[in-house]
């Protein structure tokens, strides 16, 4: 799994009120949270299907900003987005948060336990709410990548991704 924090200095110019609080930086600590957290899966259950451009295909996780949930404390609300390359698969996990996935290219197969297997696309949504089990979770094409937007809300300081069965 690869991890980019975008740079501040990388932003289009913003308003002097914008650039006093700057929200595309994400908190150091969260980072590594978000770090420590994905070291829960093993390595080789990270690893994608092999495919024919690259045999260590991985997920490419883009995290975009953090922010305290206004009105919860201890809640935390995250964005990010998760680059999946052709033929990629996630081992089962769970989120312990309410999940919204928004499919900006290509397609994916997501199905949660006890619910259907769909397929996705540009501009289609998906939600899991903090007990689903996330089942599937794979790019719908061997050929082509596919991007989504995440939006999660979760307590702070919880792992964001844990493993299941």
């Known amino acids: 799994?690869?991890?980019?924090?975008p740079d501040?200095?990388?932003?289009?110019?913003?308003?002097?009120?914008?650039?006093?609080?700057?929200?595309?930086?994400?908190?150091?600590?969260?980072?590594?949270?978000?770090?420590i957290a994905s070291t829960l899966i093993p390595t080789s259950t990270l690893m994608g299907q092999e495919t024919a451009t690259s045999p260590m295909a991985k997920e490419?996780?883009?995290?975009?900003?953090?922010k305290?949930?206004?009105?919860?404390?201890?809640?935390?609300?995250?964005?990010?987005?998760?680059?999946?390359?052709?033929?990629?698969?996630?081992?089962?996990?769970?989120?312990?948060?309410?999940v919204s996935v928004y499919v900006l290219e290509g397609s994916v197969v997501m199905q949660v336990r006890g619910g259907k297997e769909v397929t996705i696309g540009p501009g289609q949504t998906f939600y899991e709410?903090?007990?689903d089990i996330h089942v599937v979770s794979?790019?719908?094409?061997?050929?082509?990548?596919?991007?989504?937007?995440?939006?999660?809300?979760?307590?702070?300081?919880?792992?964001l991704v844990i493993p299941a069965r």
């Open 60 to 66: 490419t996780i883009t995290m975009l900003i953090t």
């Open 68 to 98: 305290d949930l206004a009105g919860s404390p201890g809640e935390q609300v995250l964005m990010y987005t998760v680059d999946f390359p052709p033929a990629f698969s996630s081992p089962i996990h769970r989120h312990n948060a309410q």
């Open 8 to 35: 501040a200095s990388l932003q289009p110019a913003a308003s002097a009120a914008r650039r006093e609080q700057p929200t595309t930086n994400a908190n150091p600590m969260l980072v590594l949270a978000f770090l």
């Open 138 to 159: 794979r790019n719908a094409s061997s050929t082509e990548s596919a991007k989504f937007l995440v939006c999660l809300i979760n307590k702070k300081g919880a792992a």
């Open 1 to 5: 799994m690869k991890i980019i924090i």
């Open 129 to 131: 709410d903090p007990s």
